[in-house]
């Protein structure tokens, strides 16, 4: 099954803020509220910052805020931090043959 | 606050089974979905299949003929069967809490699995 589609990279200086796009289907994004965002460092495990679209889990800074529109969901990261230089993943409900959840295809993000 | 863990062998040779467990501690398992996930080297995040705490599963449609996703609630466990091996197996194997129309949030280490012969 297709992944959602993500940008392979996105950069941005400290301080500024960017936006990371998922763009899913009428399957999934477009029909679910159902949208977390995962942040990945290297050797580490997928965390999550958010879920069902917009919702922070306790001890996730408020510089993560996430929101779709139609077949697409976006993250948008405040205040750009070097510590925010990470892989980040979308993730969706999809329905289907199989009712199931399915992946972005991930996005570098780089601070310059 | 609850806690995963992966284990199992992480070298199989090709056409092998493999066989993960993943430990809960920290909470109940009951009335949670519970997933496998995995990340082949330098690539990204592919859903394999979960299990709710009643033992109903849900499989990738990819893999499905080739896996068994099973729970024992009684040890805070549940389990990943993987036949007929790879080397396109090789991954990053998570386990994780969540499913269906609750997509993860609590994730293991992970554990690597090498296919190679």
């Known amino acids: 099954q297709s992944a959602l589609t993500q940008p392979a990279s996105v950069s941005g200086s400290p301080g500024q803020s960017i936006i990371i796009s998922c763009t899913g289907t009428s399957s999934d994004i477009g029909s679910f509220d159902l949208v977390s965002w995962y942040q990945q460092y290297p050797g580490k495990a997928p965390q999550v910052l958010i879920y069902e679209v917009t919702e922070r889990p306790s001890g996730v800074s408020d510089r993560f805020s996430g929101s779709k529109s139609g077949n697409m969901a976006f993250l948008t990261i405040s205040g750009l931090q070097a510590g925010d230089e990470a892989d980040y993943y979308c993730c969706s409900y999809r329905q289907g043959r199989t009712n199931n959840y399915v992946f972005g295809s991930g996005t570098s993000v780089t601070v310059l | 606050q609850v806690q995963l863990q992966e284990s199992g062998p992480g070298l199989l040779e090709p056409s092998e089974t493999l066989s993960l467990t993943c430990t809960v501690s920290?909470?109940?398992?009951?009335?949670?979905?519970w997933s496998w996930i995995r990340q082949s080297p330098g690539k990204g995040l592919e859903w394999i299949g979960y299990?709710?705490?009643?033992?109903?599963?849900n499989y990738s449609p990819s893999l499905t003929g080739r896996l068994t996703i099973s729970i024992d609630m009684s040890n805070s466990q549940f389990s990943l069967r993987m036949s007929s091996v790879t080397a396109a197996d090789t991954a990053i194997y998570y386990c994780a809490r969540g499913g269906a129309l609750n997509l993860p949030d609590l994730w293991g280490q992970g554990t690597l699995v090498t296919v190679s012969s």
């Open positions: 920290g909470g109940s398992m009951d009335r949670y979905y």
């Open positions: 299990v709710f705490s009643s033992g109903t599963t």
